[in-house]
């Protein structure tokens, strides 16, 4: 990733770094301190987001803003009949494209979801057709999902003050219905 953002950025001054997110220690501070694609789930267990936003808090600037995003944990999606069961779910077609070779690829996924944990796993399988036959990737994810409550909490004890929350890219406000949470933070006093 670092690669890819290092040719697409040209010249602009930017240091790149490689580090954990959770321990490093770059000695300034800044006036916006961002995380977006969802990035926040990766952090699966209390312990790393407490690590995470002391690292946030520890480079943000007295004045300055955190802002990231979330999915929203849409129940519905999650507690289904098989994730209660402990089970995967059956195979869902999510969408499909066509690739850079002109191949038309389609994507389905499978999930299950631990309810006590909130952490849902998900297999996303890519199919394509090469020379006459069909062509599997399988990829894995396990993201946490939390809840707007829950965030509210683990936001306002590790240091921060919610400004603004929306639930989607054009600033509509959150509700039951919203594809994400999108927060902007400052230091809470």
């Given at each position: 990733?670092?690669?890819h953002?290092?040719?697409?950025?040209?010249?602009l001054?930017?240091?790149w770094v490689?580090?954990?997110?959770?321990?490093?220690?770059?000695?300034?501070?800044?006036?916006?301190?961002?995380?977006?694609?969802?990035?926040?789930?990766e952090?699966?267990s209390?312990?790393?987001?407490?690590?995470?936003l002391g690292?946030?808090?520890?480079?943000?600037?007295?004045d300055g803003?955190?802002s990231?995003d979330?999915r929203f944990?849409?129940v519905?999606?999650l507690?289904?009949p098989?994730?209660?069961?402990g089970?995967w779910?059956s195979?869902?077609?999510w969408?499909?494209f066509?690739?850079?070779?002109?191949?038309?690829v389609?994507?389905s996924?499978q999930?299950?979801?631990?309810?006590?944990s909130?952490?849902a796993e998900y297999v996303?399988?890519?199919?394509?057709?090469?020379?006459?036959?069909?062509?599997?990737v399988q990829?894995?994810?396990v993201?946490?999902?939390?809840f707007p409550?829950e965030m509210?909490?683990?936001l306002?004890?590790?240091?921060?003050?919610?400004?603004?929350v929306?639930?989607?890219w054009?600033?509509?406000?959150?509700d039951?219905?919203s594809?994400?949470?999108?927060?902007?933070?400052?230091?809470?006093?």
């Amino acid at each position: 990733m670092l690669d890819h953002a290092r040719s697409k950025s040209g010249d602009l001054p930017i240091d790149w770094v490689l580090a954990d997110c959770r321990t490093f220690e770059l000695g300034r501070q800044f006036k916006l301190v961002t995380m977006t694609g969802n990035a926040f789930q990766e952090f699966r267990s209390r312990a790393d987001l407490e690590a995470l936003l002391g690292s946030v808090r520890a480079h943000l600037a007295p004045d300055g803003l955190f802002s990231f995003d979330t999915r929203f944990p849409q129940v519905s999606d999650l507690l289904t009949p098989e994730a209660l069961a402990g089970e995967w779910s059956s195979e869902t077609p999510w969408r499909s494209f066509e690739d850079e070779h002109g191949r038309t690829v389609t994507v389905s996924t499978q999930q299950r979801f631990d309810a006590i944990s909130q952490v849902a796993e998900y297999v996303v399988l890519r199919r394509w057709q090469e020379d006459g036959q069909e062509q599997t990737v399988q990829e894995r994810a396990v993201l946490r999902f939390i809840f707007p409550q829950e965030m509210e909490a683990l936001l306002h004890y590790n240091g921060f003050a919610i400004q603004h929350v929306y639930g989607d890219w054009d600033r509509r406000p959150l509700d039951g219905t919203s594809p994400r949470m999108i927060y902007v933070c400052t230091h809470r006093s």
